[in-house]
């Protein structure tokens, strides 16, 4: 019932920067934060960054001070833009949402994964 396309990962040089995005559809009532997380291999899923309704931000530490995370509610879009990219930053992105669906139960739902790849 609900669906998340993710794009715009790819393989970039270190310093370098990527802009990923998330779009959420389906039969969605409300949508009570975004998040990005990533897996790389032989390791656990994490969080990367999440922004909530009101656009209060969370970020790994990791990744404070170069990952931006942000959100159109009227496109209900979550971007990451990445800056700074380091060869730790490879992994497979997940896009996040979670809310309530028109009939009031609550979703949670992952969308299919986009790789992240830094490298000389």
């Known amino acids: 019932q609900v669906q998340l396309v993710e794009s715009g990962g790819g393989l970039v040089q270190p310093g370098g920067s990527l802009r990923l995005s998330c779009a959420v559809s389906g039969s969605i009532f409300s949508i009570r934060a975004m998040g990005w997380y990533r897996q790389a291999p032989g390791k656990q899923r994490e969080l990367v960054a999440v922004?909530?309704?009101?656009?209060?931000?969370n970020y790994a530490d990791s990744v404070k001070g170069r990952f931006t995370i942000s959100r159109d509610n009227a496109k209900n879009t979550v971007y990451l833009q990445m800056n700074s990219l380091k060869p730790e930053d490879t992994a497979v992105y997940y896009c996040n949402a979670n809310g309530l669906l028109r009939d009031r139960r609550d979703f949670v739902s992952w969308g299919q994964g986009t790789q992240v790849t830094v490298s000389s």
């Open positions: 922004i909530i309704g009101g656009g209060t931000t």
